[in-house]
């Protein structure tokens, strides 16, 4: 800023406070009236959506976490199988599926998602896991995805 007389530069409370005030103005250019053009009024409304705009950050994480979870359990009730279970299953097959991937995989590809399901409960079934207790060691078996499903495959057949 060029100030021509030295009294204009006496007055001026520098260049920071404009530019600190833009600031706050251009976070409030949508608002409606005074809450866009009185400074000490867009101060407390900007302040206040930047609180809500934190907090939404937390809740729009834990909305994912919910759907994530609940494709999962809907999924699972289509295969006969728990939640608990198809996660113990998959670790214990060293499948290792976040919720995200296995709800994706729940909603967009469930024939896969059918086949994780039958993973699971083969290599539990294997391990000899009941209601989650061991009736003996792991018999470190090691399942492949097309064995599984070819001897459903062939049951299917068979009937």
């Given at each position: 800023?060029?100030?021509?007389?030295?009294?204009?530069?006496?007055?001026?409370?520098?260049?920071?406070?404009?530019?600190?005030?833009?600031?706050?103005?251009?976070?409030?250019?949508h608002y409606i009236g005074r809450?866009?053009?009185?400074?000490?009024?867009?101060?407390?409304?900007?302040?206040?959506?930047?609180?809500?705009?934190?907090?939404?950050?937390?809740?729009?994480?834990?909305?994912?976490?919910?759907?994530?979870?609940?494709?999962?359990?809907?999924?699972?009730?289509?295969?006969?199988?728990?939640?608990?279970?198809?996660?113990?299953?998959?670790?214990?097959?060293?499948?290792?599926?976040?919720?995200?991937?296995?709800?994706?995989?729940?909603?967009?590809?469930?024939?896969?998602?059918?086949?994780?399901?039958?993973?699971?409960?083969?290599?539990?079934?294997?391990?000899?896991?009941?209601?989650?207790?061991?009736?003996?060691?792991?018999?470190?078996?090691?399942?492949?995805?097309?064995?599984?499903?070819?001897?459903?495959?062939?049951?299917?057949?068979?009937?």
């Open positions: 800023m060029v100030f021509l007389t030295i009294a204009n530069w006496v007055r001026s409370r520098g260049p920071d406070e404009f530019w600190r005030k833009r600031r706050m103005f251009r976070l409030a250019a809450r866009r053009n009185c400074y000490s009024v867009t101060v407390r409304n900007v302040h206040r959506a930047l609180v809500y705009a934190t907090k939404a950050r937390k809740l729009k994480k834990q909305d994912m976490i919910d759907l994530w979870s609940t494709r999962i359990t809907a999924a699972c009730e289509q295969h006969n199988i728990t939640p608990c279970t198809l996660k113990q299953g998959l670790d214990r097959a060293n499948i290792m599926l976040d919720r995200k991937s296995l709800s994706d995989l729940a909603c967009w590809e469930p024939r896969t998602f059918e086949c994780l399901a039958a993973v699971a409960k083969q290599k539990l079934e294997y391990d000899g896991v009941i209601d989650y207790t061991d009736k003996k060691y792991p018999t470190g078996v090691n399942l492949k995805l097309k064995d599984v499903m070819l001897e459903a495959w062939l049951k299917e057949k068979k009937q």
